[in-house]
């Protein structure tokens, strides 16, 4: 029973996991451009994963951090928010296999100890909106180091407003709680709260460099009505940063005067996208500038943000060059060391090269010796084989002429020893007739 019902569960884990979900995300900050995104955490040719689950406080820099790992094999980032307003993100490898082994490693992965949720990661089978498949951001230049997008494309990250930088720039702004180029905030608006502190309500924005922060304490009737700790009071005397627009009235505030300014609000054009400042009734009571004092005093503001920036970039850019001179130079020295050293070493192996040669014409004058002695030898040799095999032929002939003599010489002496024999009996015959006549 408890094997069928573990069946069971498998077969349901399978479906669960077979199955295609659809997520509707908006792929910028205004919400104009809605896409279905659609998972499968079964597939495995796709070299997109769709992250979810991630924190409401994560900020770009923390995601980079997190996914710093596998950073060099990640082709595009790009944030993304869903219909209930979480932080979710499209993440493009450069391969369909570093992407299964991104799941298989960062799947129900927590983010940190301090953060209590885990990293969701499925497959991205496609992403559509209603013109069809919802292309990547293109990066020609990063704002931060003024170059051109990398090799494939890869180390780019596409801010949920629209702007595109290079990943290793945006990772180190340390305190990036913003988009560099339109100071769009990283967290999400409806959970606005000071940076420094945990109040939620009364919050200013800072007009120049986008911070959030606290208002001052507001007192009515000899008791404290909003509870705050003025941390955007304390903002304008750290930076100077003068003008700073109520998050929930709109109302701008002029911090060097101490007073309202003239009331800017942000509104969409009709027939455009882009997003520009408005002027707005104010309330009565309050004193309001000019519109020329106002629009002279944000012309001011907005020229010293943008000399500071340029002044940053510009010694960012020296850092850059001097560092690059420095390594030009030391490239050269190395390569004019390297040059040295292969002229010593090309003069050494001139020097060898010309003993070699010698040698080599020495070891072919002996070789030429050796082999006209070998010459000569075999000659010789031949010719001592002519005389060995002339010597064997007349030692056989020597061989049958002793044999022919030593029988030619029994014959011989088997005759005289017959004639011997024919002698003595003679003489004895010769004998006995002189021993009778006496």
């Known amino acids: ?168 720039c945006l990772v180190k ?46 007192w009515h009737g000899g008791s404290q009505i909003l509870q705050s700790h003025g941390h955007a009071l304390e903002h304008y005397h750290t930076t100077g940063h003068s003008f700073a627009q109520h998050l929930d009235t709109q109302r701008v505030w002029d911090y060097r005067r101490d007073r309202y300014s003239s009331q800017l609000a942000e509104t969409e054009n009709e027939t455009s996208a882009a997003m520009k400042l408005v002027e707005v009734p104010g309330p009565e009571g309050f004193e309001e500038f000019s519109e020329v004092e106002a629009g002279e005093a944000l012309s001011l503001e907005y020229t010293h943000m943008l000399t500071t920036q340029l002044e940053t970039q510009r010694s960012q850019l020296e850092q850059n060059l001097v560092a690059t001179q420095r390594e030009c130079e030391s490239i050269v020295r190395s390569v004019e060391a390297d040059y040295k050293d292969l002229c010593k070493r090309t003069e050494r192996n001139k020097h060898t090269l010309s003993l070699l040669i010698r040698e080599n014409t020495a070891k072919k004058k002996d070789a030429a010796k050796i082999a006209e002695e070998t010459e000569k030898a075999q000659k010789r ?39 011997i024999d024919k002698v003595q009996s003679e003489l004895s015959s010769l004998f006995s007739q002189l021993d009778q006549h006496e």
């Open 1 to 168: 029973m408890a094997e069928s019902t573990s069946n069971s569960a498998e077969l349901g884990e399978k479906k669960e996991v077979d199955k295609n979900i659809v997520t509707k995300v908006h792929a910028d900050h205004k919400g104009g451009v809605i896409a279905n995104v659609t998972c499968n955490r079964a597939l495995t040719d796709s070299a997109e994963v769709f992250l979810t689950n991630l924190p409401s406080n994560i900020v770009t820099v923390d995601l980079l951090k997190f996914l710093a790992p596998a950073w060099p094999r990640v082709k595009h980032l790009r944030e993304l928010r869903s219909e209930n307003d979480n932080h979710v993100a499209q993440l493009v490898f450069l391969s369909c296999s570093d992407a299964v082994e991104f799941v298989s490693h960062f799947h129900n992965t927590q983010f940190s100890f301090l953060e209590p949720q885990r990293c969701k990661v499925t497959f991205i089978k496609k992403i559509t909106d209603k013109g069809g498949p919802l292309p990547l951001p293109s990066l020609e230049r990063c704002p931060i180091c003024l170059e051109g997008a990398k090799k494939d494309g890869r180390d780019t990250v596409t801010l949920l407003c629209t702007h595109s930088f290079h990943g290793t």
């Open 381 to 419: 040799y031949l010719e001592e084989i002519d005389v060995a095999n002339s010597l064997e032929r007349n030692v056989v002939e020597w061989e049958k002429t002793f044999e022919q003599g030593m029988t030619k010489m029994q014959l011989d002496k088997t005759k005289l020893q017959e004639r």
């Open 173 to 218: 702004c340390v305190e990036l709680l913003h988009c560099p180029v339109c100071r769009f905030p990283q967290y999400e608006l409806s959970r606005n709260q000071c940076a420094r502190c945990d109040i939620t309500e009364g919050l200013w924005m800072c007009l120049i460099c986008g911070h959030v922060a606290c208002s001052r304490p507001q």
